[in-house]
C-alpha cells in the first residue's frame, strides 16, 4: 500500500489540529485511546497510532480506571 501523499502545509494544519487542548478535542483524543486500550493495544502503540505520548495515554488509563472505581 502506498502512503497518501500529503503536502508539508496540510500536514502541519492536521497536527496542530490535534494538539489542539479544547475540552471537546482532548475528550474525543482520550476516547480513541481508551477504546484501543480496550482492544488490547498495549500504550505504547497507542500513542504512536494517535501522535500522543506514552504519559498522557497511562494517565488516561489510571484516570479512566479511578473513576470506575470510585463509581463501584
Do not use: C
Not at 5 to 27: A, F, G, H, I, W
Not at 57 to 65: D, H, L, R, S
Request: no cysteine; proline share 7%.
Amino acid at each position: 500500500m502506498t502512503p497518501m501523499y500529503l503536502p508539508d502545509q496540510d500536514r502541519d494544519m492536521l497536527m496542530k489540529t490535534l494538539q489542539s487542548k479544547t475540552p471537546e478535542v482532548v475528550q474525543v483524543r482520550m476516547a480513541n485511546a481508551l477504546l484501543l486500550l480496550a482492544e488490547g493495544l498495549p500504550v505504547e502503540d497507542v500513542a504512536g497510532l494517535l501522535y500522543l505520548d506514552e504519559p498522557t495515554v497511562a494517565g488516561w488509563q489510571k484516570i479512566f480506571a479511578r473513576r470506575k472505581r470510585s463509581a463501584a
